[in-house]
């Protein structure tokens, strides 16, 4: 019951910092959970992914374009999380903990492009710099934290199972434990902080 609770509120928070953001829930799913394309085994949800739009057929790599895919959608989101921290230090004064989580996305990024790199998948720029969302308060900021860090831990779930490639496992089991472990607690507490 407490689960169903919790999950209850996450999901409120969620559906809330998406009205403020212009992203909309799709099937009861905050629109900031991703789809793992080519996996009828997943739940298959929406998000902007602004780099996953790529010409699949130029790509003669050793990946399968689900792996490709699940590539993109990493790295996707963590350009997101590091202009969205980005954008909310610059208009709070980089509070605790958005700067050190910002650094430590800018590390989450440098470890996923060796993995680009080695399977010849042509890394792209980060498209979010401009267009991260804006929050009207710090607790509304805070409060996004803890919701992105919620979905990106997700997002790791499905990708782990998206491939059986060591190295590729080994990146996103690496980024998921540092969202779910480090980033999600620690916005958890600037909440409690600034309620």
């Not at 050793?62 to 208009?91: C, F, M, Q």
């Not at 979010?128 to 710090?138: C, Y």
Request: proline content about 5%.
């Amino acid at each position: 019951m407490k689960r169903t609770t919790c999950l209850a509120l996450i999901l409120a928070a969620l559906l809330i910092s998406s009205c403020g953001t212009g992203q909309e829930a799709k099937n009861g799913v905050p629109a900031n959970v991703p789809e793992i394309a080519e996996s009828a085994e997943t739940d298959q949800t929406d998000t902007e992914c602004k780099i996953c739009d790529v010409d699949e057929s130029s790509y003669s790599g050793p990946l399968s374009k689900a792996e490709v895919r699940g590539l993109l959608l990493a790295l996707n989101d963590e350009y997101k999380a590091w202009a969205t921290y980005e954008r909310i230090n610059k208009s709070f004064g980089s509070p605790r903990p958005f700067l050190n989580i910002q650094r430590a996305e800018a590390k989450h990024i440098d470890r996923l492009k060796p993995i680009f790199v080695k399977y010849e998948v042509k890394v792209p720029g980060n498209p979010w710099t401009d267009d991260a969302p804006e929050f009207g308060s710090l607790l509304e900021a805070c409060k996004a934290g803890v919701a992105g860090e919620i979905a990106n831990r997700d997002l790791y779930n499905k990708l782990i199972e998206s491939t059986d490639r060591e190295d590729i496992v080994s990146v996103y089991k690496a980024l998921q434990s540092a969202s779910a472990n480090n980033h999600l607690p620690a916005f958890e507490r600037c909440v409690a902080r600034t309620s």
